[in-house]
């Protein structure tokens, strides 16, 4: 009997790894509302009731793949980032770290709107406290970057940032509109590079920093 057991938890966390991968792949080509876990189940050949066991809606998916992508990015923010660096270095790292990150990109450019109406008070107060450690390491890091700046300004960086990387996943679909209809989304002398783009948007935010 013990060894059924042991089996059957192996079933259930191999069950739920399956879903895990199975849905970083489909969050990363379709967008959030592309996404069913009707069709998700039916690939797995997971019943619908025993897959919503798992995750009782998209959205408790979605927080938990957002999460996980977060806290895992925080721990390589923290290896890299060991002591101060010149500004234009500092900015040029944050853009690059998050562009070897793709699924985050992707979870971080849908509106909360589109799954906050849908999830209770409780599940939301939740996912903030288990998120905290994410937050912590970037004031940890900014606040190693700029150490004469107050704490306040420090969370205002921080904000700027998280603001600023949840636009990158848009950034190529724009810049090929820019250059198929010769539009001036970004501006005329702007570089097409997100690296370069948005690692020159946060040395321009972060100049007065100390």
């Known amino acids: 009997m013990p060894q059924k057991r042991a089996r059957s938890q192996e079933v259930i966390e191999q069950r739920y790894q399956d879903i895990l991968n199975a849905a970083r792949k489909l969050f990363l080509v379709k967008s959030y509302d592309q996404i069913s876990l009707v069709s998700l189940a039916k690939q797995l050949d997971i019943s619908r009731p025993s897959f919503y066991t798992y995750f009782p809606s998209k959205d408790a998916l979605f927080l938990h793949l957002l999460k996980e992508e977060g806290l895992d990015f925080a ?7 060991k002591s101060p660096l010149l500004l234009e270095d500092f900015c040029k790292d944050l853009i690059e770290l998050v562009l070897n990150k793709p699924l ?5 450019s849908v509106p909360f709107t589109n799954f906050h109406c849908s999830q209770t008070d409780e599940d939301l107060l939740q996912f903030r406290a288990e998120v905290k450690p994410f937050f912590k390491t970037l004031f940890q890091i900014f606040k190693q970057q700029f150490p004469e700046t107050p704490d306040s300004e420090i969370w205002s960086a921080i904000r700027k940032y998280y603001l600023l990387i949840s636009t990158i996943a848009n950034y190529d679909f724009f810049a090929q509109i820019q250059v198929e209809e010769k539009l001036d989304f970004f501006g005329s002398d ?16 972060y100049q007065n920093y100390r």
């Not at 985050?104 to 971080?108: E, H, R, Y």
């Open 104 to 108: 985050f990109m992707k979870l971080l």
């Open 190 to 205: 702007s570089p097409s590079s997100p690296a370069q783009f948005y690692s020159d948007m946060l040395y321009k935010l």
């Open 75 to 81: 721990v390589e923010m923290q290896n890299h980032f």
